[in-house]
């Protein structure tokens, strides 16, 4: 009997004690170890894995993902003693370092990660990376549980492009290209629209400067109207009460009477000549005016269409410039197409070409054990008709007609027979001479004219049953049969 030893495990350890006395394996941080008893130190520290899984995505476009995992087997507890007894049972003996553990940890997560990636799109990864990383995280630890193993930290790094398949790059440049597009289309509509404000600003100024200009010299010309106006009346007035005073002056007499009307016709001239003179004034005054209205028009209608013509080659520029870039967009999005139409047509082929192959090896495989199978049956046949060859004494005849009983051909013989003879209906017709046939004549003479007299009496019914099965007419010379009704 040996001396028992009390065993200590370190701070990142548990032992693992089998033997005597324990029925399959006992975990303890410390331990007296007694004889037929075998200690193991497990390392339950976890360890950083780093790998780069290649995987596909549902649009069939590879790429790699960079991961980080940081397994071990969890610290002893009442919750996962079970996981650590399978850990114990099935990693002891191996080196967490080793490539045997690594392979083991890389398969799993490998594994994981392409079916949930195949299952997405490039979309879905992208933009769900905290979800995808979730379900890698959950659907690999489901599978780690079977070896006592635990995820501490899963850390699944920025997607990269696989060569040859630069995805990535493609939607960075695109993204890129979008941004620089938007702002240049946001500069050029600022642009135009400064632009067209100043425009509009000059030309209100210019409008309204030229409207007050009208109408304060529309108010000046009424004003000096109005004034000559009141000086004609008072000037008017002014004679007439002259004219007054003068008639009452010379109204005695004839010669200040004629006077009186020669002035009387003056004052009327002078009035008239100076209504005249001031509607000449108003006619000159009013066509100045109206110059001026469509000078101020013809100026208006001028920066309005200078201002339209503008904002309207500004508009087709932007267009011109949106629909050359939607044509490259549109050319760029055909080219994308026609390179995902070619791969998809070249993985059909390629599917096609297995499944023909496949259809073909199972048809030859099929055709190889029919042949096997007649093959068999054949030697089965021929040891069976041997032997019963060998008990008839190699009798050829018996054995054709014991195969032919044991088969049924004589059955079927006779059940052929008698369809072929169903339904037949014979006609028997009797033909006789008017004196029986027979002839009173004898010797050698005698028989020969029986023998032909014989012949031309067996023709009518031959011919005639000839006629009924098939229709067909003896020729005329030799013979006219009646026609049945």
């Known amino acids: 009997m040996g001396i028992p030893r009390y065993i200590v495990a370190g ?31 497990l390392d339950i520290s976890p360890v950083n894995y780093s790998f780069q899984v290649q995987a596909m995505s549902a649009e069939k476009l590879p790429f790699y993902l960079p991961a980080v995992f940081t397994i071990g087997p969890k610290v002893l507890d009442e919750t996962n003693y079970e996981s650590l007894i399978k850990y114990a049972k099935l990693m002891s003996n191996s080196d967490k370092q080793s490539t045997h553990i690594q392979d083991l940890v890389k398969g799993v997560i490998e594994g994981e990660t392409r079916v949930l990636a195949a299952s997405m799109t490039m979309e879905q990864i992208f933009k769900g990376t905290k979800e995808f990383k979730q379900e890698v995280f959950d659907k690999v630890q ?114 200040l009477a004629k006077k009186k009307a020669g002035w009387s016709q003056t004052a009327r001239l002078a009035e008239v000549e100076a209504e005249k003179a001031v509607a000449i004034r108003e006619a000159e005054l009013q066509m100045e005016v109206e110059k001026k209205k469509a000078f101020v028009e013809t100026a208006k209608l001028k920066a309005e269409l200078l201002t339209k013509a503008t904002v309207e080659y500004d508009i087709k520029v932007q267009e011109a410039n949106s629909e050359l870039y939607k044509r490259q967009k549109e050319a760029e999005a055909a080219l994308f197409e026609s390179q995902k139409k070619a791969e998809a047509q070249k993985a059909n082929a390629d599917a096609e070409l297995y499944t023909r192959q496949q259809a073909a090896n199972s048809e030859l495989y099929a055709k190889q054990k029919e042949a096997e199978g007649v093959a068999t049956i054949g030697k089965a046949q021929a040891i069976y008709l041997g032997s019963i060859l060998k008990e008839l004494n190699h009798n050829y005849t018996a054995l054709r007609d014991y195969l032919m009983i044991n088969n049924g051909m004589y059955k079927e013989i006779a059940q052929l027979n008698a369809e072929a003879v169903n339904g037949m209906q014979p006609k028997i017709s009797i033909w006789s001479g008017a004196n029986g046939g027979e002839s009173n004549s004898g010797g050698e003479g005698g028989s020969g004219l029986k023998d032909v007299a014989a012949l031309y009496r067996m023709m009518p019914p031959l011919l005639e049953t000839v006629q009924e099965q098939t229709g067909m007419q003896p020729p005329a010379w030799l013979a006219t049969l009646p026609h049945h009704k």
């Not at 701070?11 to 005597?20: D, Q, R, V």
């Not at 398949?165 to 938007?182: D, I, P, R, V």
């Open 11 to 41: 701070p990142s350890e548990m032992l693992a004690i089998t033997g005597n006395g324990i029925s399959e394996i006992l975990l303890k941080k410390k331990h007296f170890l007694w004889p037929l008893q075998k200690c193991t130190r």
């Open 142 to 255: 489901l599978e780690l549980n079977q070896f006592g193993l635990y995820i501490y930290n899963a850390n699944v790094k920025q997607l990269v492009d696989v060569p040859g398949h630069e995805y990535f790059s493609y939607l960075g440049q695109k993204t890129q290209m979008e941004a620089a597009n938007q702002a240049k289309i946001d500069v050029a509509e600022a642009r135009m629209k400064g632009e067209i404000g100043a425009k509009l600003r000059d030309g209100e100024t210019k409008q309204n400067a030229a409207m007050i200009d009208a109408e304060t010299f529309i108010i000046s010309t009424k004003r000096q109207g109005e004034g000559k106006k009141e000086e004609v009346r008072v000037n008017t007035e002014v004679k007439i009460f002259q004219n007054q005073r003068e008639a009452e002056v010379v109204e005695a007499t004839a010669f």
